[in-house]
């Protein structure tokens, strides 16, 4: 496969990314979103966080793509497929004139190594420093363990995938931006530098990569050689990274940015009352939530999580940060998914059952330190105590779609903790990046805020991307174990059955809310504020949101 990339391709990606970076085109149209931080990487194959894919679907494509407004995929890379009528092989035309960024050519060679890269340990480019965990969680696992079984090039523009069971959601996995096609001679060229500020990506999109100043901006492009049509008139993207709500508002009130996703929900009169300012909702597809590590010995006692999931008034939270149109949340799926949302599952406020429920696990006079029990040489959780701390809540350091002010709720679920009996801390754990990484390490030693917007539009991406594989306990999972959700979703998962997928997928939640394996908040719209000037912006419930539709007007 290496020898389809020439000495001469790897040189010349050298020589493109290492041109000085400019901070925007001369000239054209220029569209600035503020950006709660920085991107966490620009390899879309290692990273899980909206700040990155929002940077990453400029410039990078898949194989298909979700429409418009819908989570429904259709052409992107490829255009027209055929499936076996087990479901277990699929082909797709490519589209002929696409070339990478690098100036490398775009065919169904470049497909296959791709996914080689992601599904095989063995890849060179399967770099052992990185997680590649979409591609872990979406598709089952790594080499034998991988529902892709097999992909060859079966032509120059025509590519087949085989599969060791039918997905159902398998389109829809190739539409999430974590699956975008990098050029494989830039990652060759680059190693585990590529997606990082000094080399960017390099992809077949609209947009390419310019320059990345880390706590500044990151500046994109337009890609005078795209293979495809750009309805909108923008010609440099600079996302200015404004960590401040209050801070961002003020930046577009003055023209300095042009758009920014979530203000401040106190702040959302004031825009709406502008004659110069706008909002656009994005439809709720989202959830926040509190998660537990279950190294914590009394987080193991479902009492104990029931105490806490009691003591928390999620209507008042919503309340008093959420937009409106927000719900509390009750379950893992959210309302506005096509299946497997359990309307039936129930989480009420209750402080006073929660300290009943702790005087019956052992604690009649509340909770303030626990216990970390600690790890054997697989990873497994033993009965030794490492250590006793206090209990700690990890609050997210920057807004996201889902959790407008992590450390103002923290606040306030701290102050509910403790009228229950449950003294907890508020705790950092760093920036966006450290925090992401201690969730991925098992590192957040207590209770931990987190929260999901959908990828795909499936159950499958939604609870069946935390959950499939938890019949062994995973560090980023907080170490949660249950044999008999994660065999339910992955049966689910392999399914073509919509009506069994949905109850299956109904039956989980419900299993999961007996025992309150994690604590859900919040489902809700949520609000982009936007300078009158900007027209064109297409919201997307997924988040999945193209800016060549953007057209700035005046």
């Not at 999961?512 to 419930?541: C, D, K």
């Amino acid at each position: 496969m290496r020898t389809r990339f020439t000495a001469l391709a790897l040189a010349l990606i050298v020589m493109i990314l290492a041109v000085a970076p400019i901070s925007a085109q001369d000239g054209g149209v220029t569209f600035t979103f503020g950006e709660f931080g920085n991107p966490v990487q620009l390899d879309a194959a290692i990273v899980t966080d909206g700040i990155s894919f929002r940077t990453l679907t400029q410039g990078c494509e898949t194989l298909v793509e979700f429409q418009g407004d819908t989570t429904i995929p259709g052409p992107a890379l490829a255009q027209s497929w055929t499936t076996s009528e087990d479901g277990l092989s699929w082909t797709f035309k490519l589209v002929e004139n696409a070339t990478f960024h690098d100036g490398t050519p775009f065919n169904a060679e470049a497909v296959k190594w791709n996914f080689d890269r992601w599904r095989l340990t063995t890849h060179p480019q399967h770099f052992a420093e990185q997680v590649f965990e979409y591609y872990e969680a979406q598709f089952n696992g790594f080499d034998d363990a991988s529902l892709i079984t097999d992909v060859q090039a079966t032509s120059e523009f025509e590519v087949t995938f085989t599969l060791s069971a039918p997905i159902g959601a398998f389109l829809n996995n190739l539409a999430m931006p974590m699956f975008s096609l990098a050029s494989p001679a830039a990652v060759e060229a680059n190693g585990a530098a590529y997606g990082t500020p000094e080399v960017g990506f390099s992809c077949t999109g609209p947009y390419k990569f310019v320059e990345w100043v880390s706590d500044d901006r990151v500046v994109l492009t337009r890609n005078e050689s795209y293979w495809g049509t750009v309805s909108g008139n923008i010609d440099t993207i600079i996302f200015k990274i404004i960590p401040d709500n209050a801070a961002r508002l003020a930046a577009l009130q003055s023209g300095d940015i042009d758009a920014f996703e979530r203000p401040n929900v106190e702040d959302v009169p004031t825009i709406e009352a502008s004659e110069d300012l706008y909002i656009q909702l994005r439809p709720a597809f989202n959830v926040f939530y509190l998660a537990f590590n279950y190294r914590i010995k009394e987080f193991r006692d479902p009492r104990v999580r029931q105490a806490i999931s009691l003591a928390l008034n999620r209507q008042e939270i919503v309340d008093a940060f959420y937009v409106p149109g927000s719900v509390a949340a009750n379950t893992m799926n959210p309302p506005s998914i096509g299946i497997g949302f359990n309307p039936d599952v129930q989480t009420p406020f209750d402080p006073e059952l929660a300290k009943q429920l702790l005087a019956d696990a052992g604690y009649p006079n509340g909770l303030s330190e626990v216990n970390v029990l600690a790890l054997d040489a697989d990873g497994n959780i033993t009965d030794t105590v490492e250590e006793t701390i206090p209990i700690r809540l990890y609050f997210m350091p920057v807004a996201r779609p889902y959790n407008p002010d992590g450390e103002g709720i923290g606040s306030a679920m701290v102050n509910y903790l403790a009228s229950a009996g449950i003294n907890a801390e508020l705790a950092s754990a760093g920036d966006w990046s450290a925090y992401l990484d201690a969730r991925r390490d098992g590192q957040l030693l207590g209770l931990y805020q987190l929260g999901w917007t959908g990828d795909n539009g499936d159950p499958d991406n939604f609870i069946g991307y935390f959950f499939a594989s938890v019949d062994t306990p995973l560090a980023r999972e907080g170490y949660y174990q249950n044999a008999e959700v994660a065999q339910m979703l992955q049966e689910a998962r392999v399914s073509l059955d919509t009506a069994a997928r949905d109850q299956i997928y109904k039956d989980v939640e419900a299993i999961m809310a007996a025992e309150s394996a994690r604590i859900y908040i919040a489902h809700g719209p949520v609000p982009l504020a936007f300078n009158n000037r900007v027209q064109g912006y297409v919201t997307n419930p997924l988040g999945t949101e193209f800016f060549k539709t953007v057209t700035i007007t005046g």
